[in-house]
């Protein structure tokens, strides 16, 4: 009989039995919590746990992990209950073609809560993340522990946060609230690098409202609780919102288009589709010649990045400082700029924490960072004190003095105090200083500076007003750029046009070593 040919008789059908029964429990896992809980989701605007992985990955690449598990419950009332999946899709996939991982939480089975096997799913999604150094994507819509399992008694089970805490900084994490999140989804959350929150039906709170009655007394819903005008533009939990699940996830994918797969990697590139050598004219008027009127400095941003590459993080939180991702010569660069339109570009503990994050992101991902500078200082006040202004603006100091990606700093206008420490003054291992025609400099702005350092001459003139303006002149051309030029307290005095050029040209002198150094940076990871 020659090998492999198959006899008649009862073993002819093989393993059959056993496939399709594995089709037909995976069919029953497709259908989540059934049709009626599908349209329910629907009707509040909401796409299913599914749908969302259907948009994350590239179509048909997604790969699914644990399909016909189950829940674990030892309750006699969920005894004979079906829970697809335990209420949480996990899977591989590609993004934009590249490698990734994600979960979804179904709400449609018991709420999207946590079980024990879903933590189990989701421990060895993280896992595989951290093994095969690829980003994962947190698609969360849950209710947090379940009550029904009996994983409420005895020491309860947090080590799918230790084992997320230890991926920080090492695989880019990506968090989108989707829904009501209270327990374990919204402690995953600020976990993340990079968080967004659904503005219809996303909230994110430590105890939901029936938590909030029992222990305040105090009846509020889920929105004015945690929703997006308190987590994204008061508190700056999350950083982004966006209009519905499908804007999320879009975002999601760009996000990660400016991400290297790792550590270990550098961002992608694109080809270049503008001018490295541009120079607009438009940027010789930007910046007014009235040191005290505003302007937008997200102007000069869009003017020497690439067109149309620039990626908003936390744009509507601490709205002083701009922090976003763009591209220059088709290469990722990280953004920090101060926004003058906004408290003369003044920074308080909010723009210091935007600050930190954003610096320690681009450090830990190799992304090289360019510092546009017109900060007058720190805040100050009895309320910025109160907020502990001296400790979190020293904070970002700190972050930046540990970076090892290249960076630039460029000299807008303003650059005073510990505000220009902050924002990677002199000593910052910077790769260039530049500065424009229109900056000045000192450790006081100027008009406060006279009034500390000549108090008693203004006091004692005739004139207070008129001894204070020629106190001020005098100053102020002695702390203009020519003479900070003459004793080399930067690189270069430049035309404000020669700016994308300047930069281009630093970021590929550095390159080279940057490509030999890239890895890990472990001082402390990526701190939530």
């Not at 179509?59 to 419950?73: P, Q, S, V």
């Not at 909230?203 to 009655?213: E, Q």
Request: charged share 25%; proline share 6%; hydrophobic share 40%.
């Amino acid at each position: 009989m020659s090998v492999g040919r198959r006899e008649s008789g009862s073993v002819a059908e093989g393993w059959r039995p056993e496939v399709e029964r594995i089709n037909s429990l995976r069919q029953r896992a497709l259908e989540m919590g059934g049709q009626e809980r599908i349209d329910r989701q629907h009707a509040r605007g909401k796409l299913t746990a599914r749908e969302r992985m259907d948009l994350l990955f590239d179509r048909g690449t997604m790969e699914e992990i644990g399909i016909l598990a189950d829940h674990a419950g030892t309750r006699r009332h969920l005894k004979d209950f079906h829970a697809p999946a335990d209420g949480v899709v996990t899977a591989s996939g590609l993004i934009d073609g590249r490698p990734a991982f994600a979960f979804s939480e179904d709400f449609t089975v018991l709420g999207g809560s946590t079980g024990s096997v879903g933590i189990q799913k989701r421990n060895r999604l993280k896992e595989l993340a951290g093994r095969e150094r690829l980003p994962i994507v947190y698609l969360l819509d849950g209710a947090g522990a379940r009550g029904q399992e009996a994983i409420l008694a005895g020491w309860p089970d947090s080590s799918h946060f230790l084992v997320q805490s230890r991926l920080a900084g090492i695989v880019p994490q990506v968090g989108a609230v989707l829904g009501g999140l209270g327990g374990d989804p919204a402690l995953e959350v600020p976990l993340c690098d990079f968080k967004i929150m659904s503005k219809g039906e996303g909230a994110l709170f430590t105890g939901g409202p029936p938590l909030v009655k029992a222990a305040l007394g105090l009846d509020i819903d889920k929105i004015d609780l945690g929703g997006y005008k308190i987590a994204v533009e008061t508190a700056g939990v999350v950083d982004n919102a966006a209009e519905d699940d499908a804007d999320a996830i879009a975002q999601i994918r760009r996000y990660l288009s400016y991400m290297p797969l790792n550590c270990d990697e550098l961002p992608p590139v694109v080809a270049p589709t503008d001018d490295p050598w541009r120079a607009d004219d438009e940027l010789l008027d930007i910046v007014p010649r009235n040191r005290r009127a505003p302007y937008d400095m997200q102007q000069i941003v869009d003017r020497i990045v690439d067109h149309d590459s620039v990626f908003q993080i936390q744009p509507t939180f601490g709205k002083s400082l701009i922090t976003c991702l763009a591209r220059m010569d088709g290469h990722v660069v990280g953004i920090v700029a101060n926004q003058p339109k906004v408290r003369a570009g003044a920074m308080t503990g909010d723009e210091a924490d935007k600050a930190v994050h954003f610096i320690s992101l681009c450090n830990s991902f190799n992304i090289p960072m360019v510092f546009l500078v017109d900060v007058p200082g720190l805040m100050v006040g009895p309320e910025t004190e109160r907020q502990a202004i001296l400790k979190r603006g020293l904070r970002v100091a700190w972050v930046t003095a540990h970076a090892r990606v290249p960076n630039v700093t460029v000299l807008i206008r303003k650059a005073y105090g510990m505000g220009a420490a902050a924002m990677n003054g002199p000593g910052g291992g910077q790769s260039a200083t530049l500065c424009w025609p229109s900056a000045e400099f000192g450790s006081l702005p100027v008009a406060g500076g006279v009034d500390a350092a000549f108090k008693s001459q203004i006091a004692g003139g005739k004139d207070a007003s008129a001894v204070r303006a020629e106190f001020e002149s005098s100053i102020s051309s002695d702390a203009g750029p020519f003479p900070a030029a003459g004793v080399f307290n930067f690189d270069e005095l430049i035309d404000p046009r020669e700016t994308r050029a300047r930069v281009v040209r630093a970021f590929r002198r550095a390159r080279r070593s940057q490509e030999r150094n890239t890895g890990p940076w472990q001082h402390y990871g990526l701190f939530p």
